[in-house]
């Protein structure tokens, strides 16, 4: 069935409520759906798999929002190459190699997937290591929910036939495993610690594993691992505390060959189930047992209360948006991507304070809290502009944790994971992150719109190519890789410096700033009518296709960069002649990417627009600051509809700390947000109804006769006839946050 589409018409210009105009009659009142809870809708396994390359790099186990402790289970396939498991998970893989506690969401490489355990029946030395005690998924018992993950496999005895069942659930530091052996397997059914575990491209290269006391019931532990990220900064160490609710019949372990565990018997014939706990510290062992007290008191198992809590906590969290209508399908999509959205950045903070920093300082976090694993070249555009607005105060302490890796470091790090930089893309993202947040009054008092421009201006001034960019005003393609990327990147950031500026009361330097942002521009070539990169002499380099990833375009081509300035939409007019003639090559773009996708489906990239990357994301916006909102609305749709749906091959690329499922959660919502800005851009909504928090307010938007228009559409498009906000009408595509911020009501009037 071909899906309607909503258009704006054309007269919708640039600018905010209109003062003092009188609104049009009311239309007649059209009952809309009350909203609802979004907690029990998500899919947890949206991104788990893959088709092409498709590859979500999302997991199904257990967090918290924003949580340290991440367990689940990492798997094995014969046919499912190593790029699918960045965060030990693959959907369609048949075996299962261990239950971790630590991963990343989204990443585009692997890192964590560290501290496992195991059960099994029966013992041989071969167990020692992830191939020899391996186990079959069964694909069928396999669930999940927030806060809540199940599944069963095989008993690793070919005497037991029966399954072993492994259920996970999370507090913020420390997790509870539930085990069920088959009875069958008597005084045989084994629990394995592998402390030398790790996901592909990760390296274990040390550590300790002991038992606390003589019972054995208790164990403790750190190991160092080094994966293609955190060997950056010399990779990471991890303590563990482990606690199970039963003492062993007996156990050993080993350090030996590469390998570190320990294997510890259980009799299962008269009591099946066996319970454990596991704290995590990137301190120290005390830090790791306190965190275990902290969220699993001491000799106390309660996994259905430690279950009901972990569900409480993402109630608390997705509760800041709620849905009022819509299809089962797209209301999955929509919670499955808020959720995603809310699992990194990645808690980093003991329970009583204690931190590792940058430098290698044990710091103690007084009245705030340390996070780490900002993927920010992504999260910048869609991720921490949705925190702004319906987590503030998380938001703040993400600011906080960037200023201190400054101060530790001496510069804002693009891509932070556990202690150290990484260096990992491009740009000064954090340029948009705190420029977007404190234009909103976020970090004002605990970090200041002063000092964190200083700490951006002393970043950019290390920017890769940076002395091209400042002398020649643009980065020169024989001082550094991915040129064209580069000068596009900075721009951007200069654009967001220069709000950062004005919140900072310097007009000045805002304006300064301002100039430079345009510097996208002096890469233009009229002939070839794209963004082409130059040498240090300002000729073009050769060879060049604007259809084929070259190395001056950073995972991406000249197509796809072309419309990265969402800042600068005049500077669109200014190269291609026009607002007309910078709509229709947009439109060619989108035109040219559909006719792809209709040929090869959604899940191989084009070189035009190819939602499975960053940098095409505000695309389908530019339409509506060129003047045509209505084609804003219809090519956002056909992103919407075409390239998210429910299941493990849910996304068309990786999630990257929430970016893709942030993309959703806005576009659904109607609103866009111009990253490193208070701006926000009109589009439409897909359901009749929902409410967000804004900070202290709440923001209902409404779309009356939206469901009686799409089924009602013979020709695929219905139209947003008029938008108002709290009673007047919206004279243009755009909103600003003092528009927004005392909450309201946002009405799209459809005909």
């Known amino acids: ?333 929509f919670a499955s991507s808020l959720y995603h959205a809310m699992l990194m950045p990645t808690l980093f903070t003991d329970s009583d304070g204690r931190y590792l920093d940058f430098d290698g300082t044990i710091e103690t976090a007084e009245g705030w809290t340390f996070y780490t694993d900002f993927s920010l070249w992504d999260t910048y555009r869609t991720v921490h502009p949705l925190y702004d607005f319906v987590v503030p105060e998380l938001e703040d302490d993400f600011l906080r944790s960037l200023y201190d890796m400054y101060e530790a470091v001496g510069k804002v790090p693009r891509w932070p994971l556990g202690s150290g930089t990484t260096g990992g893309m491009i740009g000064d993202s954090a340029a948009n992150v705190f420029a977007g947040a404190m234009a909103k009054g976020i970090g004002l008092e605990s970090v200041g719109a002063v000092a964190a421009l200083e700490a951006l201006e002393v970043t950019a001034a290390q920017r890769s190519g940076q002395g091209s960019y400042f002398d020649l005003g643009y980065v020169a393609a024989d001082m550094s890789g991915g040129s064209v990327s580069h000068t596009l990147e900075y721009s951007w950031n200069d654009a967001a410096l220069a709000v950062l500026a004005e919140v900072a009361g310097d007009t000045t330097k805002a304006e300064e700033l301002r100039a430079r942002s345009r510097n996208w521009r002096n890469h233009w070539d009229a002939d070839s009518g794209f963004l082409r990169p130059m040498d240090s002499n300002g000729v073009l380099t050769e060879p060049w296709w604007p259809d084929v990833q070259l190395p001056a375009y950073v995972e991406g081509t000249a197509w796809q960069y072309m419309w990265m300035a969402p800042h600068d939409i005049p500077g669109y007019a200014e190269l291609m002649g026009s607002n007309e003639a910078a709509v229709e090559r947009l439109n060619s773009f989108f035109r040219a990417a559909s006719a792809e996708l209709a040929d090869h489906g959604p899940s191989y990239p084009t070189a035009y627009y190819w939602h499975g990357n960053e940098p095409v994301l505000n695309a389908s916006y530019l339409f509506a600051q060129l003047g045509r909102p209505d084609l804003t609305v219809q090519w956002s749709r056909w992103a919407e509809d075409t390239l998210y749906d429910v299941g493990p091959a849910g996304l068309p690329g990786n999630d990257d700390g929430g970016t893709m499922g942030a993309w959703y959660v806005w576009s659904s919502l109607g609103l866009y947000p111009i990253a490193g800005t208070a701006r926000f851009i009109l589009g439409a909504p897909r359901f009749p109804q929902a409410t967000m928090r804004v900070q202290d307010a709440t923001l209902t938007v409404k779309a009356p006769g939206l469901t009686e228009a799409l089924a009602a559409a013979d020709d695929g498009v219905v139209t947003v006839a008029r938008v108002e906000l709290n009673g007047v009408v919206v004279d243009g595509v755009e909103l600003d946050w003092s528009s927004l911020r005392d909450g309201g009501e946002l009405v799209f009037f459809i005909e």
């Not at 949206?46 to 199904?60: D, H, R, W």
């Not at 054995?216 to 900064?233: A, K, L, T, V």
């Not at 570190?260 to 009799?267: I, V, W």
């Open 1 to 333: 069935m071909r899906r309607a589409l909503i258009c704006l018409p054309l007269v919708l210009a640039l600018g905010c409520p209109t003062e003092g105009v009188e609104p049009p009659t009311p239309a007649p009142e059209v009952p809309l759906p009350d909203v609802t809870s979004l907690v029990d809708e998500v899919d947890v396994f949206v991104g788990t798999g893959f088709e092409g390359i498709g590859i979500g790099s999302t997991f199904p186990g257990p967090a918290l929002p924003f949580g340290l402790a991440r367990p689940g289970p990492d798997t094995q396939g014969s046919a499912t190459p190593i790029f699918t498991h960045c965060s030990g998970y693959s959907y369609n893989d048949d075996w299962i190699a261990g239950f971790s506690h630590l991963r990343p969401n989204g990443m585009g490489v692997p890192d964590y997937g560290v501290v496992a355990v195991m059960p099994t029946v029966g013992w041989d030395d071969g167990k020692r290591t992830a191939s020899g005690h391996r186990a079959l998924k069964d694909f069928a018992s396999e669930t999940g929910e927030v806060g809540y993950y199940s599944v069963e496999m095989e008993s690793g005895s070919a005497s037991v036939g029966e399954p072993i069942r492994v259920e996970l659930t999370t507090g913020l530091r420390a997790s509870l495993h539930r085990v069920t052996f088959p009875a069958s397997a008597g005084d045989d059914a084994r629990l394995i610690i592998d402390l030398s575990h790790t996901i592909p491209d990760v390296d274990f290269t040390g550590g300790a594993l002991d038992p606390a006391g003589e019972a054995g019931d208790e164990w403790e532990g750190w190991m160092h691992f080094d994966g293609p990220y955190s060997e950056r900064h010399g990779g990471e160490d991890v303590y563990v505390v482990m606690r199970m609710d039963r003492a062993p019949i007996d156990h050993s372990q080993w350090d030996e060959d590469g390998a570190l565990g320990a294997q510890l018997r259980f009799d299962a014939s008269t009591d099946t189930e066996l319970r454990v706990a596991v704290g995590l510290s990137f301190v120290d062992i005390a830090g790791a047992r306190a965190n275990l007290a902290a969220d699993l008191p001491a000799d106390v198992f309660d996994f259905e209360s430690t279950r009901a809590a972990a569900r409480e906590a993402w109630t608390e969290v997705m509760d800041t948006i709620q849905l009022g209508g819509g299809g089962e399908t797209e209301r999955a999509i």
